[in-house]
């Protein structure tokens, strides 16, 4: 007798709810981060912006980096290795797409990173307050910028497109599988410095929408639900038509081998397999 999909839903959330719960912390993890560093070089009361005074571009530059090393830590961290660290529904997408993430895994992925994010946004409007919601700060929300909707949906096809492909074929080479979060936490760093003026520089949807509802402002929400898992989920298309050369072992960023040598204890396999018939 065939099993119903909510009783593999059930079935997927008592066996792998540890890596979503990673996944969630992972999100909370990275909301807390942009918003503490957002805080610390944008607020004119820090100490940390007064002493940089003017100095926009540094500023930019030290956002950047600083993100970009959060994101290299939650992969590399215990908890990245457990989840695959995507934090994000876009990445999910795309591996999902690959046959690397089975599809209640999937949908558990996404609800959980929504959730995470969501309640960093919500935790962080009460601890931090005023200074989270000070215009410099703006709950480090994402909008369009002022050359509107259109030019924000591209920016964020480009670089996101961009990501994926890079991301790829880091994770699909000898080399540079094992440097993939250094990758990626480069991109977002230029990213942080070069983009954000014309989308505020997301990525990530669910990101996007912890802050929004946390700021109680909407604008522009729809693209970056749209652009970025549009043009992940694109970049994986292509890539598998291309790219013919050794499979992707696992949905893990740091990378992975199968089998004896997986981070993970025999029995607590990350859900990396394709669906079973």
Not at 144 to 150: A, F, H, N, T, V
Not at 173 to 200: D, H, M, N, Q
């Amino acid at each position: 007798m065939p099993v119903s999909f909510a009783a593999r839903l059930l079935a997927a959330l008592r066996r792998h709810w540890a890596h979503y719960l990673a996944e969630a912390a992972g999100i909370a993890f990275f909301m807390t981060c942009a918003a503490l560093l957002t805080t610390g070089l944008e607020h004119p009361a820090s100490p940390l912006h007064q002493a940089l005074g003017k100095q926009q571009q540094l500023r930019h530059w030290l956002m950047g980096v600083g993100m970009g090393l959060v994101v290299v830590l939650l992969v590399y961290s215990p908890w990245g290795k457990r989840s695959g660290a995507h934090i994000n529904p876009a990445v999910t997408l795309g591996f999902w797409q690959l046959g690397k993430l089975r599809t209640p895994d999937a949908i558990w992925y996404v609800l959980f990173q929504v959730a995470g994010a969501l309640g960093a946004g919500q935790l962080l409007k009460v601890t931090l307050g005023p200074f989270y919601a000070h215009p410099s700060v703006n709950f480090t929300v994402t909008e369009p910028g002022p050359q509107g909707e259109l030019v924000a949906f591209a920016a964020e096809f480009i670089i996101s497109f961009i990501l994926m492909v890079v991301l790829l074929a880091a994770l699909h080479s000898a080399t540079w599988k094992k440097r993939a979060g250094w990758l990626i936490g480069a991109l977002l760093a230029l990213y942080i410095v070069f983009e954000t003026p014309y989308s505020g520089m997301s990525l990530n949807p669910a990101r996007t929408l912890g802050s929004a509802v946390a700021a109680g402002s909407y604008r522009g929400l729809w693209l970056y639900w749209v652009a970025p898992p549009l043009a992940m989920w694109l970049a994986t298309v292509l890539f598998r038509r291309l790219y013919h050369g050794e499979d992707l072992e696992c949905a893990i960023l740091a990378g992975c081998t199968p089998g004896p040598s997986s981070p993970h204890t025999p029995g607590e396999e990350p859900p990396v397999y394709p669906e079973e018939k």
